[in-house]
């Protein structure tokens, strides 16, 4: 719940600082690269320090986790990008 806030309340600044809409489809992309990165790297750690079984659980969870947040994120630069449209004219 902490996370998801974060991420929103990070969406809305970077939407309003950065001129200009930003390109939602690229940081969906980009999150979701991020997502299958970070959470393959944590399967793999789980590998060697948990055992074999958590390795599809722990590289699932970790990317559809990050996915959520990503999509929060870009929900935030809608909400940012809002903001800056109504209160910087």
């Given at each position: 719940?902490?996370?998801d806030?974060?991420?929103f309340i990070a969406g809305i600044a970077y939407?309003?600082?950065?001129?200009?809409?930003e390109s939602r489809k690229h940081l969906l992309k980009k999150g979701l690269k991020i997502g299958v990165l970070v959470g393959t790297f944590f399967a793999i750690l789980n590998?060697?320090?948990?055992?074999?079984l958590a390795f599809g659980?722990?590289?699932?969870?970790?990317?559809?986790g990050i996915?959520?947040?990503?999509?929060?994120?870009?929900?935030?630069?809608?909400?940012?990008d809002w903001l800056e449209e109504r209160l910087k004219k």
């Open positions: 719940m902490v996370l806030l974060l991420a939407g309003y600082m950065n001129p200009g809409k590998l060697f320090l948990g055992g074999f659980a722990t590289l699932i969870g970790t990317i559809v996915g959520v947040l990503t999509v929060i994120f870009v929900g935030g630069t809608i909400v940012g």
